[in-house]
């Protein structure tokens, strides 16, 4: 079992920054990835950025060059910075995490962290 706790969330203008950051309870560098997701009102949850085991990033198309996911394995942390934020950004952002044990995938979620831009 792997506990999400995510923080970070909160209201700011368009254009302007904020930090997400998921604590696991286990090392991320342990899972096969941990990321984030968000759920706009009205649409359906969508992936947003993933770090795998080996620390490799990816990111969504419509984040690239403006949001950036990074980890610290010391703190059992993930992060998504997220710059020149968008009123289309606004949702409820989830951190996820992936873990394979015995061919058996274990999807966990946190409990969500509001994101709101104002225009």
């Known amino acids: 079992q792997v506990q999400l706790v995510e923080s970070g969330g909160g209201l700011v203008q368009a254009g302007g920054s904020l930090r997400l950051a998921c604590t696991a309870s286990r090392t991320p560098s342990d899972l096969n990835e941990i990321g984030w997701y968000r759920q706009a009102p009205g649409k359906q949850r969508e992936w947003v950025a993933r770090?795998?085991?080996?620390?490799?990033?990816m990111l969504e198309e419509s984040v690239k060059g403006r949001f950036t996911i990074s980890r610290d394995n010391a703190k059992n942390t993930v992060y998504l910075q997220m710059n020149r934020l968008k009123v289309e950004d606004t949702a409820v952002y989830f951190c996820?995490?992936?873990?394979?044990?015995?061919?058996?995938?274990?999807?966990?979620w946190g409990q969500g962290t509001q994101v709101t831009v104002a225009a």
């Open positions: 770090i795998s085991r080996g620390g490799s990033p």
């Open positions: 996820n995490a992936v873990q394979w044990l015995r061919s058996v995938e274990y999807t966990y």
